[in-house]
Each structure stands twice: as structure tokens, then as C-alpha cells.
């Protein structure tokens, strides 16, 4: 995966990446396995938990970066 957008799905996201969970979760976003999550967008389950979404798109897009580097 090159770079995570707020509009992808959450499910999306973890499917092409699982590594990705941590993060997400150490953010406050706890409920990664849960149904709702494989069809709502970052964005929208930042809304909902409260998170500064482009905060979190960063700090995932830095982890993708320092990893595939």
C-alpha cells in the first residue's frame, strides 16, 4: 500500500495492510473489527470517535513510508 486517503473504507485499509491496526487502534479507534468498520470511511469513523482525521492519515501515511522505505 503506498498512501491511505480519508475517504477509503477502514476494511479496505486493513485488508491491504493489517500492520495498520495498531495504529488505529492506539488512536482511540478500538472497534477495527467491528462490522460497521468495513464500510464506513476514515473519515467518518473519525467524525465518530472524535479524531482530527487528517492527524490520523498522516501519522498511518508516515508509518507506510518509514516502511517501505
Known sequence: MKEVTKDMLIGQILQEDATIAPILMASGMHCV??????????????????????SLVARINEYLAAKNA
Not at 41 to 54: I, K, P, Q, R, T
Open 33 to 54: 473489527g467491528c462490522p460497521s468498520s468495513q464500510g464506513e470511511s476514515l473519515e467518518e469513523a473519525s467524525m465518530v470517535h472524535g479524531m482530527d482525521c487528517d
